[in-house]
């Protein structure tokens, strides 16, 4: 349970530093015959901090309250 909870604070940690993930894909802009042309569009994933907060008191929770459980 403490490798979880290290792990979970972690994660955590990184959604709270990195709020976004930015990604292309390739679309055809022009496909006329032969004349093919392509771009690269970009898209954005974004979360709040507060989902890193969230996660890290998560891990907090189970390294605190999970050995607990386990002895009852």
Known sequence: MKT???ALIIIGLLFSI???VKYF???????IGSLKISAS???RVNWSP??????MAAGGL?????KKALKT
């Not at 894909?25 to 496909?31: N, S």
């Not at 189970?62 to 999970?66: A, K, L, P, R």
């Open 41 to 43: 569009v970009p898209h």
């Open 62 to 66: 189970v390294i605190v309250f999970g």
């Open 4 to 6: 979880t909870g290290i």
């Open 25 to 31: 894909t390739k679309e055809k802009v022009v496909d």
């Open 50 to 55: 507060y989902l890193g907060a969230g996660i």
């Open 18 to 20: 990195i709020t976004g």
